[in-house]
């Protein structure tokens, strides 16, 4: 199954009568990675530290890739956590005083 699991959850399997060597046919099988439910404490450390991240002027572009790489999560849901990321920041700034 194509697009299973990644390239470090893959391990070759040998067949019956296979060596180590590599002699004969290797067969790589992708073991299934069940993640569970993000809890409200990891959602919103992932929030906090995309603050952090906006507050240092990361782009959202760039962000969203190291939000998906860094914490492990699809692309769409690291949108979502920039997304929200962003608009707290934004609420944070509006509500500083500026004078």
Known sequence: MFGVGSVDNCRPELEPGDTK?????IHWSWSAVTRQRVTKEEKAQRQ????????????????????????????????????????????????????
């Open 21 to 25: 060597q590599g002699r004969g046919r």
């Open 48 to 99: 906090q530290w995309a603050v952090a991240q906006i507050d240092k002027g990361v782009g959202f572009s760039e962000l969203t890739s190291l939000t998906a790489e860094t914490w492990g999560v699809s692309r769409r849901q690291a949108r979502t956590v920039v997304t929200e990321a962003h608009k707290e920041w934004l609420d944070a700034f509006n509500d500083q005083d500026i004078h």
